[in-house]
């Protein structure tokens, strides 16, 4: 059981969203951190090519796998896997911090992020959109719904949460010891709140806790 008292006696501070926080910046994408970063490469109905990283980002479905990543407002990105169906996800991590941070540029629709940060497009598996050589991950996906936000009062927001099915996977081989992937090996950098916070991910930091019997484990 426990100890409900020391709610009442916790300084706290509360504000209701939609009004002042009280606070110099908003502390909402703090709070809900380190998540993984969206790099989503994609490719227009005329070819050119596209890469982006987006803040929310996450794993939806385990089988079969479905991740998504939230637009917020019309971007490139979400048109792109809208007309075409298609995208991939790329693991950004420590040695392509400054790259990914570069292709967060706000340029014009006929600019190439691949050649605007220094990275090469790979040709992918099974989907047309191309995915960056030099990510140690990536999964190749195809377009599954584009959901539009909307408020209590349902008001549709200009976000757009676009949901992928992962229908192939790259995995660099130094990342699989014994046949399992290592998360810390990789380095994979995790974004935070503020304009330009991160964090980085070690094994030293890492604990394991079973989960009780009759609860379904995941491998």
Not at 111 to 132: K, N
Not at 199 to 211: N, P, S, Y
């Amino acid at each position: 059981m426990t100890d409900s008292s020391s709610d009442a006696v916790r300084d706290t501070h509360f504000y209701e969203p939609g009004s002042c926080t009280g606070l110099p910046h908003s502390p909402f994408n703090a709070i809900i951190a380190p998540r993984p970063i969206g790099w989503i490469s994609s490719q227009s109905t005329d070819g050119v090519l596209n890469l982006a990283p987006f803040s929310f980002f996450n794993a939806f479905n385990y089988e079969p796998p479905i991740i998504g990543f939230a637009s917020n407002g019309p971007k490139d990105t979400l048109a792109n896997a809208e007309t075409t169906g298609e995208f991939c996800w790329n693991l950004v991590t420590d040695g392509l911090a400054s790259a990914m941070n570069t292709t967060s540029a706000a340029v014009p629709p006929d600019v190439d992020e691949f050649t605007l940060s220094g990275l090469t497009p790979g040709t992918s598996r099974i989907v047309r959109a191309p995915h960056v050589v030099e990510s140690p991950v990536v999964f190749e996906c195809r377009t599954t719904q584009v959901v539009p936000l909307q408020t209590l009062t349902g008001t549709v927001t200009e976000t757009r949460v676009v949901f992928g099915e992962v229908v192939g996977v790259h995995i660099a081989r130094e990342l699989l010891v014994d046949g399992i992937y290592q998360t810390a090996l990789a380095k994979p950098v995790l974004r935070a709140g503020g304009p330009g916070d991160y964090f980085g991910l070690d094994a030293e930091h890492k604990f394991t806790m079973k989960r009780p019997d009759g609860h379904r484990t995941t491998g």
